[in-house]
Structure formats: C-alpha cells, structure tokens
C-alpha cells in the first residue's frame, strides 16, 4: 500500500540528519527552556506582582485583629486581588509554564513556613500584650518576605540554568 503523504515519495535530495545537527537542535532547545523559565520567573516575581501578593497577604493576615463583623469583609478585596493577579498572569505572562510538581512543592513549603512564622510571631506579641499582634505580625512577615524575594528569585534562575545544562 501507497502512502499518501507527498514527502514519502520523494525521497531524492533528502539527506539525514548529522549527529552535529542533532547536537545543535538540542543545545537551541536548552536555551529556549532556559529562556522560557527565566523570563516566567521575571515576570511572577516582578515589583508589581509581589507588591500585589504582599497586599494580599497583609491584608488577609492583618485582618485576624478586626472585630468579626469585619473579619469577613475583608474576603471580598482579597478576592479581587486574587482575581487582579490571575488576570494579570493569564494575559500579561510573557511565557506561561505548567506548574511542575517541585515548583508546587516548594510553593507550598514557602507558603506553610510563612503562615507558620505568621501565628508564632502573633502568638509571642499576643501573649506579650501588644494590642494588634496580627497587624504587626503581618507587617513584619510580608517585609522580610520582601526583602527574601529578589534573592530568592536569583536563586531559582541559577537553579533553572543548572538544570537545564543537566538535561542535555
């Protein structure tokens, strides 16, 4: 049986691939890779993307310390920064990867280590007497969560850059 396809037919001119070829098509693969996870890295940890998140979370951390009428308000403009941040991230991403299972690991990690620094520092100043333990609490945790970002981010592009000279 014939096959269909035009470029079974011919196949006069047609030479195959080199091994030097193969090895220069993989090595333009590791560096769009690479190229791809440094700028999603960029743009999920830019300014304005953590000023965002770090809006979110002080402002659902500082919020433990409302009256409870107000305790509740407070969702509805956590879940419009929520919603800011997963439209800007659906049309504003230069590249959007799948979430791997080690980048959803360590998220969780980060995000555990943070809530658990968040409740031990309000418990201390809660026990301690201070009158708004979670507003200072959140303050504190969001800013050294600033301050660890950019670094975190370099180590992450390192970490990126490692793996993919790994792979191939």
């Given amino acids: 049986m014939e096959s269909d396809d035009k470029h ?15 090895q220069a098509a993989l090595e333009d693969i590791r560096r769009r ?5 440094v700028a999603e890295l960029r743009f999920c940890l830019s300014r304005s993307s953590l000023l965002t998140a770090a809006l979110l979370l002080f402002v659902s951390f500082a919020s433990f310390d409302l009256p409870n009428p107000w305790g509740g308000a407070v ?8 919603a800011l941040m997963v439209i ?6 230069p590249v959007r990867n799948g979430l791997g299972a080690g980048a ?3 998220g969780l ?3 555990i280590t943070v809530f658990g620094a968040f409740r031990g520092l309000a418990g201390a100043l809660s026990s301690g007497g201070v009158p708004t333990p979670h507003l200072i609490a959140a303050t504190v945790v969001v800013g050294a969560c600033l301050l660890v970002a950019p670094r975190a981010r ?7 850059r490692r793996r993919a000279e790994r792979r191939y």
């Avoid at 370099?154 to 990126?160: F, I």
């Fill in 33 to 37: 890779q690479e190229q791809s996870g």
């Fill in 104 to 106: 959803a690991l360590v």
């Fill in 88 to 93: 800007r991230h659906a049309h504003g991403a």
């Fill in 154 to 160: 370099m180590a992450a592009e390192a970490r990126l």
């Fill in 109 to 111: 990690a980060c995000g």
């Fill in 75 to 82: 969702l509805v403009p956590g879940l419009l920064l929520v």
């Fill in 8 to 22: 079974d037919r011919n196949l006069v001119g047609r030479q195959a691939v080199t091994p030097t070829d193969a």
